[in-house]
């Protein structure tokens, strides 16, 4: 009896030890899950947009629905394969990256019967960031606002103290009633979370905000050190806002 006692007591630094490995493997399985969903999301959107969108003669010199997908599945291989994620960011022309993502999102906005405006109060401003990237950071927002929130969808646009100021706003809609405990669906959830990991790779800031009826997502990026004048000419354009409208009534 003794001797098997002893031998119980020997064998708890062993047993401690698999259950610990057990563990780290569990946690870095979930992790490693997490971050593969979290990429499959980020394909699956721009494609829905794509997909969704209507022929037509957009020119612009940013990234197209089909270039975000292609973007997302190489970020997914970086993360299978442990290589970085790289960032370029440059001088980019804020209000053609937003147009164009407004006009990505037509489509989509378009068949689940929302309305989207564009309202720009920013003139010919010039942030210093990652055309894709930022890109990225619209589509979230967007796709976010249209799927879950109430039927007007609206994005402005200003200079503000700390860079040029994006914003995603919808009228909120009351969220539905659920009978008993139901499960996350863990491909789902991550839009905010890469939008908050983009601003802040570019030194930026991502808000959300709960005014009375809506729902406001603030994207906050630096202004790209330019000329004097260039400066003075897009803060002097910034004075006049406009408003468009980018898709039908819902």
Do not use: Y
């Not at 970085?84 to 019967?113: D, K, N, T």
């Not at 630096?222 to 897009?234: E, F, G, H, I, R």
């Amino acid at each position: 009896m003794r001797a098997l006692a002893e031998l119980g007591v020997a064998g708890w630094p062993l047993g401690l030890t698999l259950a610990a490995a057990l563990v780290g493997s569990r946690v870095r399985e979930s992790r490693r899950r997490a971050a593969l969903n979290r990429n499959l999301h980020e394909l699956r959107r721009p494609l829905q947009a794509l997909a969704l969108a209507p022929a037509s003669s957009w020119k612009a010199p940013v990234p197209t629905a089909a270039e975000l997908a292609l973007a997302a599945l190489d970020d997914l291989d970086r993360e299978i394969n442990g290589s970085p994620r790289p960032l370029a960011p440059r001088p980019v022309a804020c209000r053609v990256l937003v147009e164009s993502a407004v006009e990505r999102w037509r489509g989509p906005a378009a068949e689940a019967r929302r309305s989207l405006e564009l309202r720009w109060s920013a003139g010919s401003v010039m942030a210093m960031a990652d055309p894709g990237r930022v890109a990225q950071a619209l589509d979230n927002l967007l796709a976010n606002a249209i799927q879950h929130g109430g039927l007007r969808v609206w994005v402005e646009a200003a200079i503000g103290a700390r860079g040029v100021r994006i914003s995603v706003s919808n009228t909120a809609r009351r969220p539905p009633v659920r009978k008993g405990r139901a499960r996350r669906d863990p491909r789902r959830g991550h839009g905010l979370r890469v939008v908050a990991a983009i601003a802040a790779a570019h030194g930026g800031r991502f808000l959300v905000q709960h005014p009375a009826g809506a729902w406001v997502a603030i994207l906050e990026l630096p202004l790209a050190d330019l000329p004097v004048s260039v400066a003075a000419t897009a803060l002097a354009g910034s004075a006049a806002p406009t408003e468009e409208h980018l898709a039908g009534a819902a």
